[in-house]
C-alpha cells in the first residue's frame, strides 16, 4: 500500500538517534531522552511524516516506537541484516549513523508493502519477560559451567549463592510470564492451544506469542521462514548443495530448538516417530531435530489457524 506521506528511516542508538527523510533531504539527530523525542517527534510532524522505520535495536527501540505511535506516526520495525544486505547490495560500504538512518529509509522505500507494526503493549511486556528468562537461563548454564571445575572454596560458595538467586528470580519471572498469558484475553486461547502440545508448556507459549505473533496468520512457508528454520538451497549448475537454515529470529529459534530436542526424543510421540525415522535414514541427529523443528512450527501453525488444540490421527501416535 503506497505511503500517505514521507517515510523517516530512524537509526536507534543507545545514547542518540539520527533521522533521515530521504525524499525530502531532510536530517536530524535528537538525544535518546523524552526531550529529544518530543523534539524528534516535532520535527516529524512540521515535515509531515506518516510512517517512521527502524532496526530492532535490542530494546533500545521501544521508547521510540512508543512515543512515535502515541503522537499518531506509525511505526515498522525492521530486521537490522536485510537492512544491512540491502545498502551492500546498493553498494554503499561505509557505515556511521547518518548513513544507516538514510539506508533504512532507503530501504522503507523500495519495499513499501511491507506491513507496519502496530502497538500491542502486552505483547512488548511479554516480550520483555520471557527475553529476562532467557538471559536468566543463560547466566545459570554459565554458573553450571563454571562449577564444573575445581574452584577455590570462597568461588564455590559464591556461584552457589548465584545459582540460588537465579533459581528464585527465574521463578518469579516464570509466575509472571503465566499470569500475563492467563490474564491477557488476546494471549490466553493461543497459549493453551500452544501449551497442549506434548512437550511444550508455558515458556514455549510465551515465547512463541512474543516472538511469532504471525503465527496462525501466514503460510508454513512463511512461518518457518521467519523462525529462521526454513531449509535454502546452494546449487549451482549440475552441483548440487547442502541445505542450510539462515535468517529467521534467532532468540526464538534458540528457545525452540531447546523445546524441540525434548520434544522430539522424550515427551511427543508425533515428533519422536519423526526424528527416529530420519535418524533411521542417516541424517545427523542435529539436522533431524532442525526437521523436527519444522515440522512442529507447521503443526502449531495449523492449530493456531483453526483455533484447534492438539488432537492429531490415532494412526500419528505410535505405541512407545
Known amino acids: 500500500m503506497p505511503q500517505e506521506g514521507p517515510i523517516v528511516g530512524i537509526d536507534i542508538g543507545k545514547a542518540k538517534v539520527d533521522a533521515c527523510i530521504r525524499s525530502l533531504r531532510q536530517r536530524s539527530a535528537q538525544p535518546s531522552t523524552p526531550q529529544g523525542r518530543a523534539a524528534m517527534i516535532a520535527w516529524l510532524r512540521a515535515h509531515a511524516v506518516t510512517t517512521a522505520v527502524m532496526e530492532a535495536s535490542g530494546g533500545y527501540e521501544q521508547p521510540w516506537a512508543a512515543a512515535l505511535r502515541q503522537a499518531g506516526i506509525a511505526v515498522r520495525i525492521v530486521d537490522p541484516k536485510r537492512v544491512r544486505h540491502f545498502a551492500k547490495s546498493a553498494g554503499q560500504l561505509a557505515k556511521n549513523d547518518p548513513i544507516d538512518a538514510e539506508m533504512i529509509a532507503w530501504f522503507a522505500e523500495t519495499f513499501p508493502d511491507a506491513p507496519a507494526a502496530t502497538a500491542d ?176 512450527i507447521v503443526i502449531l501453525n495449523t492449530m493456531l489457524a483453526r483455533g484447534q488444540k492438539w488432537n492429531p490421527p490415532a494412526g500419528a501416535t505410535p505405541v512407545a
Open 121 to 296: 503493549p502486552d505483547r512488548d511486556e511479554l516480550d520483555r519477560l520471557v527475553t529476562a528468562r532467557t538471559t536468566l537461563v543463560k547466566l545459570d548454564a554459565q554458573i553450571d559451567n563454571y562449577a564444573e571445575h575445581d574452584q577455590p572454596g570462597p568461588v564455590r560458595r559464591a556461584f552457589a549463592a548465584l545459582a540460588k538467586t537465579l533459581a528464585a528470580q527465574r521463578a518469579k519471572l516464570d509466575a509472571a510470564i503465566a499470569a500475563k498469558l492467563a490474564t491477557t484475553p488476546a494471549m490466553t486461547e493461543r497459549a493453551e492451544i500452544i501449551a497442549s502440545v506434548p512437550g511444550l508448556a508455558t515458556m514455549a507459549s510465551g515465547g512463541l506469542i512474543a516472538w511469532l505473533p504471525e503465527l496462525g496468520r501466514v503460510s508454513h512457508k512463511a512461518a518457518t521462514a521467519l523462525l529462521g528454520a526454513a531449509a535454502y538451497a546452494d546449487d549451482s549448475g549440475g552441483r548440487s548443495g547442502e541445505r542450510h537454515i539462515k535468517g529467521g529470529r534467532r532468540k526464538l529459534r534458540n528457545l525452540l530448538y531447546v523445546v524441540t530436542l525434548g520434544a522430539a526424543t522424550q515427551h511427543n510421540p508425533v515428533l519422536k516417530a519423526y526424528y527416529q525415522k530420519l535418524r533411521a535414514k542417516g541424517k545427523p541427529a542435529k539436522v533431524a531435530i532442525v526437521a523436527c523443528m519444522r515440522k512442529l
